[in-house]
């Protein structure tokens, strides 16, 4: 697969899901003082402030946005998580308002479903390593959509890690780093609430870079700090393609159950093919 669409479909993962390589550090501003504290208490604050939840949904609206292309494709969501199981990203057709796509991000496994032409694309996650030439994993992107904490390749941050985050602060943005065996740089960038609001994904002379950003913080259902907002920039050599996703009522620990069944009579697909249907999109 050539370079491009290895970049487009890692994007459609994280935009619908990513992770990928590349960044330069694009700070968010604040106006009030840290509070004083050493590196262990910092990472402890900034760990007591993320959201715990066995499973979290929102409704959403999203919008994507590639500069190059000169589109721009809104349209409404549901997201739902099961910790350590299952994302599901539920795409809504505009004014129908019925199920038009739903992507299944498993551990072990990826599964899209095309409602509109009846077919699905299912893939390990090994297999989509392979075709990236990444090391995408789970925990990670479960991560970056409920504002945590991560280090790549585990499913929870340690007091026993600590010692492997690099710590920078300045008198208003705290900075911490680490970095997998790949070579890729972990920026999590924090303010005086200590709630992460920028997270960095960046490998040294890459030629792409990933930032992930959360503002608007509000109350979940069971009132709880979380971001109502993230916006999603990838700049890779030839666009700077943008994914905001606008939540609402986050829902924490409401019990459901995800269909992750294909329909019958629907189509197997390559997920090529799936990721060239996608790129067919204006």
């Known amino acids: 697969m050539k370079q491009n669409k290895k970049q487009t479909f890692v994007f459609f993962l994280v935009g619908i899901f990513v992770l990928l390589i590349g960044c330069k550090t694009t700070r968010q501003t604040a106006s009030v003082a840290l509070s004083k504290a050493n ?3 910092r990472i402890e604050s900034i760990q007591n402030q993320s959201v715990p939840f066995k499973t979290l949904s929102s409704s959403l609206r999203f919008s994507f946005k590639s500069k190059k292309k000169n589109n721009n494709t809104s349209a409404n969501a549901q ?7 299952i994302i599901q990203l539920s795409v809504r057709i505009p004014f129908l308002g019925i199920e038009g796509a739903r992507i299944n991000i498993m551990p072990d496994q990826i599964i899209i479903i095309d409602r509109m032409n009846r077919q699905y694309a299912s893939e390990s996650i090994q ?5 990236t030439s990444f090391d995408f994993e ?8 409920t504002n945590q904490l991560f280090i790549a390749g585990k499913p929870a941050v340690t007091p026993a890690d600590y010692q492997t985050f690099k710590w920078s602060e300045d008198k208003f943005i705290s900075k911490l780093n680490n970095r997998d065996t790949q070579g890729i740089n972990y ?4 303010d005086y609430t200590n709630r992460i609001i920028q997270t960095e994904m960046y490998k040294d002379k890459a030629k792409a870079d990933l930032n992930w950003q959360y503002k608007n913080f509000g109350l979940t259902s069971n009132s709880l ?3 109502m907002q993230m916006t999603v920039e990838l700049t890779v050599p030839d666009d700077l393609i943008s994914l905001n996703l606008a939540l609402n009522n986050v829902d924490i620990d409401v019990d459901f159950n995800l269909d992750t069944a294909i329909p019958k009579g629907y189509q197997q697909v390559e997920m090529e093919q799936m990721i060239k249907m996608i790129q067919s999109l204006k």
Do not use: N, R, T
Request: a neutral charge; proline letters at 3%; aromatic letters at 16%.
């Open 79 to 85: 997201l739902k998580i099961i910790k350590d199981q």
């Open 187 to 190: 920026d999590f960038v924090s």
């Open 225 to 227: 700090s979380f971001p």
């Open 39 to 41: 590196k262990d208490e």
């Open 127 to 131: 297999k989509i390593k392979e075709i």
């Open 138 to 145: 789970f925990y990670s992107l479960q991560a970056l959509f």
